[in-house]
Structures are given as structure tokens and as C-alpha cells.
């Protein structure tokens, strides 16, 4: 059976922007190392309620180990001190802030 010929951008459409930011953390090789995963499984036990929640006087678990600066703009990627505990609510809205700057 023979395939669709592939789309041609017309010359109206706007050309496709290449984007700057990293859009998913699972893109960086460190993610997939142990050596991650037993910094995040220690900063969960450290910090177990999210960090943004208690802030506001809540009380949620955390179930992300996040990057207080982000390592895209210069946070050191494996400092204890650049880590925090979030959950999922508040991990995608920090994420989506730094996206908009």
C-alpha cells in the first residue's frame, strides 16, 4: 500500500521556532543514572511533605526530587542544597513558570 506524501509547509505558514528550553527532564542523561535515584529516594526522606504546600500551611507528600535552580541556568545538578521535595501539583506549576521566563 502506498504511503501519504508528507506534508509541505506553505509558504504563509509560519516556519517552526526552535526551542530553547529543555522540555522534559527525562531528556537529560543524568536522570536515568542510580546515582540519581538514590539522591532522589535521600532528598524524599529528608524532606518528605512538599516544600511549596508547607509553605502555605498544607500538608502534602512529596513525590518529586526538583532542581531549586534549575540546572539549565547554571544550579549544580548534584548539590544537595539545590534540591527540594514537591509533589506533583506544585513540581508541573514551578516547571511551567520557568518555562515562561
Known amino acids: 500500500m502506498p504511503s501519504l506524501p508528507k506534508p509541505v509547509r ?6 517552526p521556532q526552535k526551542r530553547e528550553y529543555q522540555q522534559h527532564a527525562a531528556r537529560s542523561p543524568e536522570y536515568g543514572t ?11 526522606a529528608r524532606q518528605p511533605c512538599c516544600a511549596a504546600c508547607t509553605a502555605v500551611g498544607r500538608t502534602t507528600p512529596a513525590t518529586v526530587a526538583d532542581h531549586i535552580q534549575p540546572v539549565r541556568l547554571g544550579g549544580d545538578f548534584w548539590d544537595p542544597a539545590n534540591h527540594q521535595s514537591l509533589c506533583r501539583p506544585c513540581h508541573q506549576r514551578k516547571s511551567a513558570s520557568e518555562r515562561a521566563q
Open 10 to 15: 506553505r509558504p504563509w505558514q509560519p516556519t
Open 34 to 44: 542510580a546515582r540519581w535515584q538514590k539522591a532522589r529516594v535521600a532528598q524524599l
